[in-house]
């Protein structure tokens, strides 16, 4: 099946910073990614959908400015959450999507952890 | 709008017994279904999914799922449970429109004791 990684699987940054999460289709190109946050024990909540080469969508209640998508290319989408606070600590995962099929393949995920 | 219901938040079973996973949904027409798994720390793993066809659909690890429209319902099953089936259970809808996002129930957390 299709592949989707995202780098880095972890990571703790300070209070203010800004952190880079990339997901990357390795064997598929993707015209579509999907970024969720899943809270402890919970179901996932949809962030945005990235298309390549063009804005992204957010859903409602989610800063843009705050998490930045960018899809730059068929097989790669990064979220930089910018001036991190500990309310933004989750596991963020990104979903992709071949054209025209109807499958979605999840990466790993990313647990962010801002202190 | 799309929605997605899973009522029990916890299922536990014995090694080796029949399991089934709840799912209903709802959607304004021909609902695309999906269930993935997710274990601990990880990101989700394609099941199955019910887009036409036959109303029971056969996916991975023995899993197969049976799409009910009378019911709205697409319950998840397996004749015989393992232990490594322990695992966190969404059930996804997605409505018509190609390349859209999907929508998750909340999850039903799966035990399987030995």
């Known amino acids: 099946g299709a592949v989707v990684s995202q780098h880095p699987s972890r990571v703790i940054c300070k209070s203010g910073t800004s952190v880079k999460i990339e997901c990357r289709s390795l064997?598929?190109?993707?015209?579509?990614m999907f970024w969720y946050r899943q809270f402890p024990k919970k179901s996932l909540m949809l962030m945005a959908t990235?298309?390549?080469?063009?804005?992204?969508?957010?859903e409602q209640g989610v800063e843009k400015d705050k998490f930045l998508i960018n899809h730059a290319s068929l097989t790669l989408s990064t979220l930089t959450v910018t001036s991190a606070h500990p309310e933004d600590s989750s596991f963020y995962i990104c979903?992709?999507?071949?054209?025209?099929?109807?499958?979605?393949?999840f990466g790993p995920g990313t647990r962010l952890l801002v202190l | 709008a799309q929605s997605v219901a899973q009522p029990e938040d916890q299922v536990n079973v014995a090694e080796g017994n029949p399991l089934t996973v709840k799912c209903t949904y709802s959607?304004?027409?021909?609902?695309?279904l999906f269930w993935y798994v997710q274990y601990p720390n990880r990101g989700l793993q394609f099941l199955l999914k019910?887009?036409?066809?036959?109303?029971l659909v056969k996916g991975s690890y023995g899993f197969e799922a049976e799409f009910n429209k009378s019911q709205t319902s697409f319950h998840l099953k397996k004749p015989s449970a393992l232990v490594s089936d322990s695992a966190l259970y969404f059930c996804?809808?997605?409505?018509?429109?190609?390349?859209?996002?999907?929508?998750f129930g909340k999850g039903t957390t799966l035990s399987v004791s030995s």
């Open positions: 959607v304004s027409g021909n609902p695309y």
């Open positions: 990235s298309n390549e080469g063009s804005k992204a969508t957010y």
């Open positions: 064997d598929f190109q993707a015209t579509t």
């Open positions: 979903s992709a999507i071949l054209a025209y099929q109807e499958t979605q393949y």
């Open positions: 996804a809808v997605r409505g018509n429109q190609a390349g859209t996002a999907l929508i």
């Open positions: 019910y887009i036409t066809g036959d109303n």
